[in-house]
């Protein structure tokens, strides 16, 4: 069976090379967009190429398209381009066949306002910085020597090479790495569940806690770098208990998360540098160090040793130090013997004197004088405790005779007391009874008006009360209609009805006889009617 697609199966298709093609397309869209103006955010800029050309795009909420300014266009240009800015450009739309892709050539621009994304990024700016969330109060300083270094980034990109490379080159440490998407929906909740679940690392536990963490991207537009002014990426940066270092981007791109985070690196190579120190340097730094220590504890002691020699020198001998005390040692042992005898001459003297105002008359006239003294002291207390005695006597038999007559007036103030009880309580019967027989009347009082205003004293003249079936009163006769089961109460009881339009008319009221005097006076006065 022959093949559907044989090489010789016929066609009416023209057959055009890739270069045909594509000329044949930029012809068509040239000549279909010569001349557009179009609004958009510009998104990428850079400044002049080397050659003077500008390359950027224009781009709004959905779409971007590639736009480029030729070297003598931008020099008229009356306003010069800049990252953000929301501009009106008018060109033309061309194809550049290399790669298959269609770009603007902007001849004229003009600003529109700032750019949608740019106005966002500001709002959300100002809106931070009025939390303090961007307070300087709140960033910590890095550590000088971390153990562990957390990197938050793509584990496919070249910026986790660049920081693992730099840090095995400065001082191998610890890191680890928190693999997340740096670009596209979904990418900034990565980042900020990753600096949340850094922070959220025990000390101490299966995986060591870092000591500081790295934010990392590589560089690119406005869009590419949007993730990273995200509302949870630059609360989490803020939130963090690490101290965390932003290295988003190159050195001229700025998002929110670097003025949330604790401190900003231009590269990500610069954030490794930031993070750890030069591990050589630091060794050199020590040995030099150790050298300048070792040659100082050197000096100090060759110092100490002369000094100790130059003091040797100035002390004088043993012999200089005893020479005089003993010369005094010795004056003072020639002069002993002669200050004993002396001492003992004067005690002698002062002993004498003493023994001579001694006598026994005058030790018996002492004698007697203290024994007076002491006969005069013992008579007063016996005196005293006499007077003491008597005093107590005396409050005694008081005591004992206020105790005597201490029951007969206990009993009488009983007496007392049970006489004042008894006169209140015959007032306090007289006084309920008062009460009971005020409020007996006022509650007769009560019923009596009670008892007046009673329906029933109006069933008693005659009258009845028409209740329907629910026992409601009935106080119209057009609100029964149709059959309807009705009570009729009398004064001495109720009688069952039916209302309907076959029931029987009632007959013709007899004319009534004339009243008399008892019952025009029982009659109710005009104007009173009934009370339902």
Known sequence: MASFFSDDSPTNLSEFTVSELSGSIKRTIETAFDHVRVRGEISGYRGQHSSGHAY????????????????????????????????????????????????????????AGAGALMALIEERKRRFTAEGLFDPARKQLLPFMPK?????????????????????????????????????????????????????????????????????????????????????????????????ISAVGHETDWTLIDYAADVRAPTPTGAAEMAVPVKADLQAQIAGLAARLSGAVSRQMEQRRQNTRALVRALPSLDQLLALPRRRFDEAASGLGRGLELNTMSKRRLFERASAKLSPDMLARRLVERRQRVNERSALAERIIERL??????????????????????????????????????????AVGNDVRRLRSV????????????????????????????????????????????????????????????????????KPAAPTKAAKKAEPPAGQGSLF
């Open 56 to 111: 950027f795009a224009l781009k709004d909420d959905k779409s971007r398209i590639d736009a480029v300014i030729w070297k003598g266009s931008f020099s008229k240009l009356k306003y010069r381009p800049e990252e953000g800015m929301e501009v009106i450009a008018t060109g033309r739309i061309t194809t550049f066949p290399g790669s298959s892709k269609y770009q603007i050539v902007i001849e004229q621009m003009e600003p």
């Open 148 to 244: 562990v270094i957390g990197v938050v980034t793509s584990p496919t990109g070249a910026v986790i090479r660049d920081i693992l490379h730099r840090i095995a080159d400065r001082f191998p440490v610890h890191v680890l790495v928190w693999p997340v998407k740096v670009q596209g929906e979904g990418s900034g909740d990565e980042v900020a569940q990753a600096i949340h679940g850094f922070n959220a690392l025990e000390a101490g536990g299966s995986i060591p806690r870092p000591d500081v963490l790295i934010v990392a991207r590589g560089g690119g537009s406005l869009e590419d770098l949007w993730s990273f002014n995200d509302e949870a990426v630059v609360r989490a940066a803020a939130a963090s208990t690490i101290p965390l």
């Open 389 to 430: 005695l008597e005093r107590h006597k005396t409050r005694l038999g008081r005591l004992e005779g206020t105790l005597v007559t201490l029951p007969a007036r206990l009993q009488a103030q009983v007496e007392r007391a049970g006489d004042r009880l008894e006169s209140l309580s015959r007032r306090a019967d007289s």
């Open 443 to 510: 509650v007769s009082a009560h019923d009596r008006m009670l008892q007046s205003l009673s329906y029933k004293n109006v069933l008693m003249r005659g009258y009845a009360v028409i209740r329907d079936e629910h026992d409601r009163p009935v106080s119209r006769a057009n609100s029964l209609s149709g059959p309807q089961a009705i009570a009729i109460e009398f004064a001495d009881g109720r009688v069952a009805a039916v209302v309907g339009d076959d029931a029987v008319p009632p007959p013709a009221p007899a």
